[in-house]
């Protein structure tokens, strides 16, 4: 599938259940692909313009691991942490996510070999209100764009 449709992200929030389900396919091998959603590498691609932007991220990538990100987000600082639950490269990754001031959320990545090269599935849940739910889903568009931008610049 070499069409537009492939070459970018799509996601959609689910305002009901409150979650969000994120997918692009990107030129890059799982491996590859799992090193970029689990180091430092985050700060390149994890950004919405002029939205939210990632400056340090840590991570201590395994079952009960902790993790944090921090930048500015809408011109206020912000930061996130969580616990890595599931550790599985190069096919799957799952974390929880917390904000300040916000619940426990999971972010779960799923990588499929596909014929132009990983499928990336992003499943964002646990959110308690509907307008960071849509707003989230926005950001994940567009950050995966980014990391499918980074590593096809790579393959060239």
Same mark, same amino acid.
């Given at each position: ?19 969000? +389900? ?128 980074? +590593? ?5």
């Amino acid at each position: 599938m070499n069409d537009r449709k492939s070459n970018v992200s799509r996601a959609i929030a689910d305002v009901v259940k409150m979650d969000l +389900l994120a997918s692009v396919e990107i030129p890059a091998t799982p491996e590859r692909l799992f090193k970029a959603l689990a180091s430092k590498e985050i700060t390149q691609w994890w950004c919405r313009a002029g939205v939210f932007d990632t400056g340090e991220w840590t991570g201590d990538v395994r079952v009960g691991g902790r993790w944090r990100a921090s930048g500015i987000g809408r011109g206020n600082p912000y930061s996130l942490e969580g616990e890595f639950t599931t550790v599985d490269p190069p096919r799957k990754l799952v974390h929880t996510w917390k904000g300040t001031g916000a619940s426990n959320a999971t972010v779960a990545y799923l990588l499929e070999e596909v014929e132009s090269g990983t499928r990336v599935t992003v499943r964002h849940s646990g959110f308690e209100v509907p307008e960071v739910c849509l707003m989230t889903a926005a950001g994940w568009e567009t950050s995966l764009d980014r990391l499918r931008e980074i +590593l096809a610049a790579e393959k060239r």
